[in-house]
């Protein structure tokens, strides 16, 4: 998988990682005190924060990987840096990551517009939330009160992540920092 | 026999695996031996700072508490004789103890991940993954870079709000630090983007290739390895027992 | 070791040419690349390396061989046995935490048997006189321990050849004089270096190649050179103001308290070397003081707006257009401010803050790797802000560019003695104290 890659994007996606490793760990405690009030539906609405490296760093370096790599590797520092969640975490970015990144496979890695990312965002939704049901014994919970959780972290995963990821890298691209990787050479992004 | 010098990699598969067992179970009995075993080999084979772990646990205790009042209040009707009423809900013997066995499963969770976190040195976890779990160097190594990365990017966030708060951002209370953020967010990743790059080149010009290289410090697996795993596994055992 | 026939160079992005026929030879013993920026120096020192064009998918015509080979016939990594590089940002040259633990991830790279790693790293530490930084973090090193570090990371490897891209540009001049002093030291090594300053590596080489927009313009034997001048502000003065600097005490560190009394239309510099408490100074000198508009050393901290435009008008009403013409920023108007050169990141900056009536302008270490052509636009955007009437100051151990000042200020340990006149620079004894000059007598 990393044979087509550069050292200096491998680099990349673990500087990028950092950064929302740390951004990651930031909202768990942002959900937590919501939490405590309203349950884990406390999190639904903002769950799309937890995908938005996976579509940031496919969407600069667009090569097979990128949205898998970056999930886990932010998921692992995550847990180095202070998530109790612990090893687990690390199994949520697998599912996380490989929801957005079965999205870009199938469009060949050749397409990332605007709805391919919402449509990653949306992937990367749909495997957390089957993992989430699973671990978290939502089987024990109202089939209502389940949906209405689903259907928040799927919009939320389209508009945080897919609309969000989108304008915060094309942002980037503006600065002039990502001279030299793929998204530079796009041709269709305005800077 | 210190559990900070248990191979990372065993560490990590047999902490994983026994959480992955917990999610299977909806009785209170097996986390909360779980909770209880694990805070007892805390106590007697490592030698973590408990002020530590405290701080790291409060905000999961909160997650436990909303878990346990939504089960109750969204949780699905398993019938069964009243016991309590709570906002106008009648709640079953049953319901209240899927209730208590799901948020101490959140409890079990937390306590099992600090224990792995608070015992665990990041370098050598990233190395026994290199070697043990066969994971690329070239992963490895960059990963290295991003906790080298934390440090300077904690300096770099002192110094863009210093200069902001010269232009007349306000930065003195939380909120309005909290506020700022999306605002420090871009500079800090232009800067951390182009740092990156120049960390990658340094790499590659002292022969970095993610190929062939020399392994210096073996990380290895001793018998005290399995012990401990097989100490786990029978705290897993007990606890599934005493669910029964 | 390099050559090089017709060698054309350019990214892909843009069809300007990085490098333009290109033929030269570089010979064993030690060469210095010099030119502005832009002139190809860094991409030329690349290509030896082999960073490019790989790294940058750059577009390569003409020959070039490298220790005797085709360079296309290298494998990845192959070259960096027989070639080492140091960089010029000592931050980000290092991959671990502490010094063996580097020298041993460079030694794994280079499939060294792991039975003759300890000794290798041994040899190369007592060789280089840096034993005593074997177990030290290096997080904890100063800018010219970590360029010293780096040297024995490259050269760890046993390279014929290493490579130097503007290794003292974070260096104060006595640093940056003893890092020469030491490398003179070393033998049998063959060295290429890139750098737009010559005249503080003395007679270190035996060759020169010069570049200007990527063509090759001087090729011949090295002399040493003196260092590019700058005059004295002719600003009128007049006025005077004051201002506080509150005392800083921080760990083992502590900056005393003064009072300030500077005209309008002076130019001041405050002198001192890396750690003397020159930035804590300014620090101190702008908290809270209105009057006081900064330039840090990385002018981009200041921004956070998205367009040239929207970053002056923030905070203000006040209509900008007079400001943009100013700066020279007006065709820059919509870019993002991060995208600027860092010459228009500077005028940004001070453009900044002349709307905001600012009677003092305050440059944290503005020499720090430019070019002549950048020296001489400060040298000039200061002047011209003098003789508006506003007080400039700026802290530097670059005491060329500091000859522009009418007034002087020495910085040691966090204590500020001053103000001088001119007669200052005929007190060596004065600027060796406080480690402004180099020299065999340096006593601290």
Not at chain 1, 52 to 69: D, T
Not at chain 1, 121 to 126: E, K, L, Q, T
Not at chain 3, 107 to 126: C, G, H, K, M, S
């Amino acid at each position: 998988m990393l044979k087509s890659w550069k050292l200096k994007e491998v680099v990349l996606v673990s500087v990028l990682s950092v950064v929302f490793a740390v951004v990651y760990l930031l909202f768990v405690h942002i959900g937590n005190l919501w939490a405590g009030l309203i349950g884990p539906i406390a999190y639904e609405w903002i769950f799309g924060i937890w995908f938005i490296v996976s579509i940031i760093a496919a969407y600069i370096i667009r090569k097979p990987g990128a949205a898998f790599i970056s999930e886990v590797m932010a998921a692992t520092i995550e847990m180095l840096i202070g998530n109790a969640i612990g090893p687990r975490i690390i199994l949520v970015g697998i599912v996380q990551g490989l929801g957005a990144e079965a999205v870009f496979a199938m469009t060949g890695y050749r397409r990332y517009e605007l709805w391919v990312l919402m449509l990653a965002g949306f992937g990367s939704a749909v495997t957390s939330f089957v993992y989430t049901y699973f671990m978290s014994g939502f089987a024990m919970l109202e089939p209502g009160y389940v949906a209405t959780m689903f259907g928040l972290r799927t919009v939320s995963g389209m508009v945080i992540a897919g609309i969000g990821g989108k304008l915060l890298s094309d942002l980037l691209l503006k600065t002039g920092a990502l001279r030299g990787y793929a998204i530079s050479r796009s041709g269709h992004v305005h800077g | 026999m210190s559990l900070h010098d248990m191979n990372p990699t065993i560490k990590f598969a047999t902490f994983t695996l026994i959480m992955f067992g917990l999610a299977l179970f909806y009785n209170p009995w097996t986390p909360l031996i779980i909770i209880v075993g694990t805070l007892m080999i805390q106590l007697m084979a490592t030698d973590v700072s408990w002020k530590k772990w405290s701080l790291f646990t409060i905000p999961f205790l909160i997650t436990a508490l909303g878990t346990f009042w939504t089960t109750l209040v969204f949780g699905k009707d398993l019938g069964g004789e009243t016991w309590v009423s709570i906002l106008g809900q009648s709640i079953s013997k049953q319901e209240f103890a899927v209730a208590v066995s799901l948020s101490m499963r959140v409890l079990a969770f937390t306590v099992l991940s600090l224990l792995f976190m608070l015992t665990t040195d990041s370098k050598r976890f990233v190395m026994s993954l290199m070697q043990q779990a066969r994971l690329s160097p070239t992963i490895a190594y960059s990963a290295l870079v991003g906790f080298r990365f934390l440090p300077l990017m904690q300096q770099e966030l002192h110094q863009l709000q210093y200069a902001h708060r010269l232009r007349g951002v306000p930065l003195n209370t939380r909120w309005e630090r909290i506020r700022h953020v999306p605002k420090l967010l871009l500079p800090l990743l232009a800067g951390s983007i182009r740092r990156a790059e120049r960390i990658a080149f340094s790499m590659e010009a002292r022969g970095f290739t993610g190929g062939k290289r020399t392994v210096y410090e073996r990380i290895d697996i001793k018998p005290t390895d399995y012990v401990w795993s097989c100490v786990f596994f029978l705290l897993f055992g007990l606890s599934i027992w005493a669910g029964i | 070791m390099v050559e090089a026939k017709s060698l054309t160079f350019r990214f892909p992005e843009s069809s300007d040419a990085i490098l333009e026929d290109v033929t030269i030879s570089i010979r064993p013993g030690r060469t210095i690349l010099s030119g502005a920026s832009g002139s190809g120096k860094s991409s030329l020192l690349a290509l030896i390396n082999r960073l490019y064009p790989e790294n940058c998918d750059g577009i390569l015509q003409g020959r070039l061989t490298l220790l005797g080979r085709s360079h296309d016939e290298y494998k990845p990594g192959e070259i960096n046995q027989q070639v080492g590089t140091v960089f010029q940002d000592p931050d980000t040259q290092f991959v671990m935490g502490r010094v063996e633990e580097e020298l041993i991830f460079t030694l794994e790279n280079l499939a060294t048997p792991v039975e003759q790693v300890d000794q290798r790293v041994t040899d190369i530490l007592e060789s280089l006189q840096l034993n005593d930084y074997r177990h030290r973090e290096i997080d904890s090193l100063s800018g010219g321990e970590k360029q010293r570090i780096a040297v024995a990371c490259a050269l760890v490897g046993k390279p014929e050849w290493l490579l130097l891209d503007e290794p003292l540009t974070h260096l104060d001049p006595v640093t940056a004089y003893r890092f020469v002093e030491w490398l003179d030291k070393v033998n049998g090594l063959n060295v290429i270096v890139v750098d737009h300053r010559p005249h503080i590596w003395g007679d270190f080489f035996d060759w020169q190649i010069g570049l200007e927009q990527g063509r090759i313009v001087q090729n011949e034997p090295f002399q040493s050179v003196d260092d590019f001048t700058f005059t004295r502000s002719i600003a009128r003065q007049e006025g005077e103001e004051r201002y506080m600097v509150e005392e800083v005490v921080r760990d083992s560190f502590q900056l005393k308290s003064t009072t300030l009394q500077v005209r309008q239309g002076e130019v001041i510099a405050i002198l001192g070397p890396n750690g003397s408490g020159k930035s804590t100074f300014l620090r101190s000198l702008t908290n809270g003081d209105p009057r006081v508009g900064l330039v840090p050393q990385s002018p981009e901290h200041l921004f956070f707006m998205d367009s040239v435009e929207r970053e002056l008008q923030f905070g203000h009403e006040e209509a900008i257009e007079t400001v943009l013409v100013d700066m020279a920023l007006h065709e820059q108007r919509h870019m993002h401010p991060l995208s600027l050169s860092h010459g228009q990141k500077r005028r940004l900056a001070v453009g900044i803050q002349s709307l905001s009536n600012k009677s003092l302008l305050a440059f944290d270490e503005p020499t720090a790797g430019q070019d002549e052509p950048s020296l001489h636009a400060l040298e000039a955007l200061m002047k011209r802000h003098a003789e508006r009437g506003q007080t400039i100051l700026f802290v530097t151990h670059d005491l060329s560019f500091a000859n522009i000042a009418n007034t002087f200020y020495l910085m040691k340990d966090g204590e500020l003695s001053g103000p001088y006149g001119d007669d200052l620079w005929q007190d060596a004894k004065k600027l060796r104290h406080y480690r402004l000059l180099g020299g065999p007598d340096v006593t601290t």
